[in-house]
């Protein structure tokens, strides 16, 4: 009781202890933390749920799923994204329904773009056999159907392509040549993102192409979509980038 006072008074930076109290919560605390968190404003509850998705992704011994769970319903656009981001562990099936309806529904381009990264876990749980098949089929058809949709933003797509890779149809393939041909970096990098996902080696040529290329970012991407393919014709290609003058492509 006494660290949920101390997160409503707003003149107070959020404290590490005060945070750390909020893991594990059992659903008593929980539905107390709820009476709290409606009685915040919006700045506070934004702060809070961003420093919960930093305290978690730099101690993976904290859980605050509960939290972001109830924030999946939030008004406010970058609570819910953030909500998600926090989500990132978690492979509950009972999440698929609610990330599937994020990225369908939502209005904010940066609240869907962040649910289709998420649903990337349960696309790789489904082609490995890690999914009820019902479940998986369900994920694949969400992500194929915005692949179809025109009218998506152009970061909502490379995302979601990103995340449709495992599943490796022709369609897919067709996106990522297509992708990959773009003059933008960032749907460039998406694509050579996806080409690791897939796991075909057919893509090791565009890879091995890109790894001596001049942009550290695609040669970063190319790196790390080798290292997913894990074919060993790869191998030559990759050790002159333990000396690229990037310290990321050299860490990939």
């Not at 990330?99 to 998420?118: E, G, N």
């Not at 949709?149 to 909502?156: F, G, L």
């Not at 998406?190 to 080696?201: C, D, K, L, P, V």
């Amino acid at each position: 009781d006494r660290y949920l006072e101390e997160l409503t008074q707003e003149d107070k930076p959020l404290r590490f202890a005060t945070i750390a109290s909020l893991s594990d919560m059992s659903r008593i605390e929980a539905d107390k933390f709820v009476v709290t968190w409606q009685s915040l404003t919006l700045e506070r509850q934004r702060q809070l749920v961003k420093r919960l998705v930093e305290m978690a992704e730099e101690n993976v011994e904290l859980d605050f799923h509960l939290i972001f769970l109830m924030c999946l319903d939030s008004e406010d656009a970058e609570v819910r994204e953030n909500a998600i981001l926090g989500l990132w562990e978690v492979e509950d099936r009972s999440l698929i329904d609610p990330l599937i309806k994020a990225l369908t529904t939502d209005v904010s381009p940066q609240v869907r773009s962040a649910a289709a990264v998420a649903l990337g876990k349960f696309a790789i749980l489904a082609e490995e056999d890690k999914l009820p098949e019902p479940d998986g089929v369900k994920v694949k058809d969400a992500l194929m159907g915005v692949l179809r949709n025109e009218n998506e933003t152009p970061d909502v797509m490379r995302r979601v392509l990103e995340s449709a890779a495992p599943f490796n149809t022709h369609v897919i393939r067709e996106h990522i040549r297509r992708t990959y041909d773009s003059d933008d970096l960032n749907q460039k990098a998406s694509a050579i993102f996806a080409m690791g996902r897939t796991g075909e080696t057919r893509w090791l040529n565009h890879l091995f192409k890109e790894i001596r290329g001049v942009s550290p970012v695609l040669r970063f991407e190319a790196a790390n979509a080798c290292g997913e393919l894990g074919d060993e014709s790869a191998v030559p290609h990759l050790i002159p980038l333990l000396d690229d003058d990037d310290l990321q492509v050299q860490l990939a």
